[in-house]
Antibody, heavy 122, light 110 residues
Framework: QVQLVESGGGVVQTGISLRLSCAAS????????MHWVRQAPGKGLEWVAD????????FYGDSVRGRFTISRDNSKNTLYLQMNSLRAEDTAVFYC???????????????WGQGTLVTVSS | QSALTQPPSASGSPGQSVIISCTGTSSDVGGYNYVSWYQQHPDKAPKLMIYEVSKRPSGVPDRFSGSKSGNTASLTVSGLQAEDEADYYC??????????FGGGTKLTVL
């Protein structure tokens, strides 16, 4: 069965960097686009970034562009999110999710991880 | 990337039908057939309920259906059941490799 397991969250101070990981299993990881979506406490979902099946296409939401970098290692079946210059407003549960499509920008996120909480404090 | 507009809340009695709307623009909902709906129970990950406006993933009950007219997409939940009580989010491809979500609707089963 498809499984996505995020890790790497925690409590960090503003300005610090953090890298999230998402370990995928139960499907051919290298065939699918992948996304990061976040949810601030008590708030709605916000798209963060997505990456195509082969890592050649990467796209970002306005609020993280220039600070966050999405990447993947298909040999390790793992998705990453490098987060730099963290701000208090980045505090959220970060979910990785699989797109139904190879490039993935269209969305249709059919499997989600359980999420990892990132808390940025000053 | 402006968020899509959803009503904050919706409700219905068991067995009834409820419709949740999701309003965007011609640059997102109205421009592409890539509208999805997600169900999220408290402290759980979202679950895909509808994709490409009206398609249901395997395992999603046919009580859930989706449609679109112009810049507004809709999720209809028929034959409401207690376990349908959850938050529902729409999303749409918004062009230029952007994805946008709605603000969410809390569905209460009375």
């Amino acid at each position: 069965q498809v499984q996505l397991v995020e890790s790497g969250g925690g409590v960090v101070q503003t300005g610090i960097s953090l890298r999230l990981s998402c370990a995928a299993s139960g499907f051919t990881f290298s065939n699918y686009g992948m996304h990061w979506v976040r949810q601030a406490p008590g708030k709605g979902l916000e798209w963060v970034a997505d990456i195509g099946y082969d890592g050649s296409n990467k796209f970002y939401g306005d609020s993280v562009r220039g600070r966050f970098t999405i990447s993947r290692d298909n040999s390790k079946n793992t998705l990453y999110l490098q987060m730099n210059s963290l701000r208090a407003e980045d505090t959220a549960v970060f979910y990785c999710a699989r797109s139904r499509y190879s490039y993935g920008s269209e969305g249709s996120l059919d499997y989600w991880g359980q999420g990892t909480l990132v808390t940025v404090s000053s | 990337q402006s968020a899509l507009t959803q009503p904050p809340s919706a409700s219905g009695s068991p067995g009834q039908s409820v419709i949740i709307s999701c309003t965007g623009t011609s640059s997102d909902v109205g421009g592409y057939n890539y509208v999805s709906w997600y169900q999220q129970h408290p402290d759980k990950a979202p679950k895909l309920m509808i994709y490409e406006v009206s398609k249901r993933p395997s395992g999603v009950p046919d009580r859930f259906s989706g449609s679109k007219s112009g810049n507004t997409a809709s999720l209809t939940v028929s034959g409401l059941q207690a376990e349908d009580e959850a938050d529902y989010y729409c999303s749409s491809y918004a062009g230029s490799n952007n994805l946008v979500f709605g603000g969410g609707t809390k569905l209460t089963v009375l």
